[in-house]
Nanobody, 123 residues
Framework: QVDLVESGGGLAQAGDSLRLSCAASGRIYSSHFMGWFRQTPGKDREFVAGIRWGTGKTYYSDSAKGRFTVSRSSAENTMDLQMNSLKVDDTAVYYC????????????????WGQGTQVTVSS
């Protein structure tokens, strides 16, 4: 069992930056994959970015590519999401999640989830 806790959300203006963090308690193995998802009311959770815990290889959605950077610290058991050039469309609740298999963009592949952190971007 791995518990995940997100932090770092808040209010921002378009063009600003925010950094989200996900702190994990419990063992994360090199075979695990950690992801960031986001969700807006009435919509499914959408994959944003993710990272293979062992190799550090990163993956991004088209909307995140070039603006967001995902990173992890194995020593601290944390994963961050640096979000630059924020857009109004980035407004959502952001979740970190853990998948025990490899890279996957579908929410059902992830077993553990944080409680989410709200990001609101105004124009």
């Amino acid at each position: 069992q791995v518990d995940l806790v997100e932090s770092g959300g808040g209010l921002a203006q378009a063009g600003d930056s925010l950094r989200l963090s996900c702190a994990a308690s419990g063992r994360i193995y090199s075979s695990h994959f950690m992801g960031w998802f986001r969700q807006t009311p009435g919509k499914d959770r959408e994959f944003v970015a993710g990272i293979r815990w062992g190799t550090g290889k990163t993956y991004y959605s088209d909307s995140a590519k070039g603006r967001f950077t995902v990173s992890r610290s194995s020593a601290e058991n944390t994963m961050d999401l640096q979000m630059n050039s924020l857009k109004v469309d980035d407004t959502a609740v952001y979740y970190c999640a853990l998948a025990r298999g490899g890279y996957d963009t579908t929410a059902t592949a992830y077993r553990e989830w944080g409680q989410g952190t709200q990001v609101t971007v105004s124009s």
